[in-house]
């Protein structure tokens, strides 16, 4: 294993302290418990929005707190659910007064433990909403969930409900909101090669040198199948069919599109992902109406995309367009 790390057991920590100081204009890093905070939390009047989760999925999730979008994310250690206390305190720490809502991905770490957390917050006067998110078609049950894992919606959750909330939208509406982008989206991806993490020192699963994953989870969870490798193009088509058969969208509908690499993925490569998947969308009558290539939720080193598609109206484009100011999106500001 080649990596640029110190000790394995410091890794999140150390690169939390060099994302704090990366981004001191936006955010600010606590460490007792851990979470990333918005520099100017908690704003006084405004809902606050938390998300959190395992580390290695960078961006995801420290890197889109900021103006627009979270108030605050709680990372835990690589691949593991942040603790309840984490997650009371970035609550605390961002409620300004009008409730706050937790963006939870469909893990059952994750889930207990938000749950926990918002009984705490909710016993210390805090109201707490929740939206969990579960939008990757691939698997029902996986290693780590019961029913659908959390994917790439997340990112559209907390870009929409970060706009409605900074737009004054009460906690009610902003629930609402983020349930239904999680209703109208579905996500799926697939790996070429696997992941390490860094306390392991090996890969997550083995793949032989002509294989690929089709549906894998962002933990290195299984798919649906080991299938041979094949031409962008029909890996592709196999992706889109599988998110259209489970949410089917009418001709002339709108999406909003996200092609995120697994993290080892060249922009070469998720740039031509990116092409086969309009060429596909434009052949349904489906438009494209706002995109997202690039690394957004990965999964530390492994090769491959992930593709996420949310039906969109005039709402969800308006709050998808308003501005927004983090390490990893930024728009309008």
Excluded at 52 to 63: A, N, T, V, W, Y
Excluded at 205 to 215: H, T, Y
Excluded at 244 to 264: C, E, F, N, T, W
Excluded at 274 to 290: D, H, N, P
Aim: glycine share 12%.
């Amino acid at each position: 294993m080649k990596k640029l790390i110190n000790d394995p057991q410091d890794v999140m920590r150390d690169s939390l302290a060099g994302f704090a100081a990366a981004h001191s204009d936006i955010l600010k890093v606590c460490f007792d418990p851990v979470y990333v905070v918005r520099a100017d939390a908690p704003v006084t009047g405004k809902v606050g929005i938390i998300s959190g989760g395992g580390s290695g999925h960078e961006p995801l999730h420290g890197g889109f707190v900021g103006q627009g979008m979270l108030d605050a994310a709680c990372p835990g250690q690589v691949f593991t659910s942040p603790s309840p206390d984490q997650m009371e305190a970035a609550t605390a720490a961002v409620d300004g007064g009008a409730g706050v809502l937790h963006i939870v991905k469909n893990y059952t770490g994750d889930v207990l433990n938000f749950e926990m957390a918002a009984e705490l917050c909710e016993a210390r006067g805090i109201q707490v909403e929740s939206v969990i998110i579960n939008d990757d078609v691939a698997v029902q049950d996986s290693l780590y969930t019961a029913g659908r894992r959390g994917l790439g919606v997340t990112v559209m959750a907390e870009k929409i409900c970060g706009a409605a909330a900074a737009r004054g939208y009460d906690l009610g509406r902003v629930a609402e909101l983020g349930r239904r982008v999680n209703e109208s989206g579905r996500s799926m991806g697939m790996a070429l090669t696997s992941c390490t993490v860094p306390a392991a020192g090996r890969p997550t699963f083995e793949l032989g040198e002509d294989e690929i994953e089709m549906g894998v989870g962002i933990h290195g969870e299984p798919g649906r199948k080991r299938m041979p490798h094949r031409p962008t193009s029909e890996l592709i088509a196999h992706m889109t069919d599988a998110i259209l058969a489970d949410q089917p969208i009418r001709d002339g509908g709108r999406v909003i599109a996200m092609v995120s690499g697994m993290g080892a993925t060249p922009l070469l490569e998720l740039y031509l992902v990116y092409r086969e998947l309009e060429q596909i969308l434009r052949g349904r009558k489906i438009a494209v109406s706002r995109r997202l290539v690039g690394n957004y939720i990965t999964s530390l080193d492994m090769a491959g995309c992930a593709i996420t598609l949310v039906q969109a109206d005039d709402e969800l484009l308006s709050l998808w367009d308003d501005p927004v100011l983090t390490p990893a999106l930024r728009w309008g500001i």
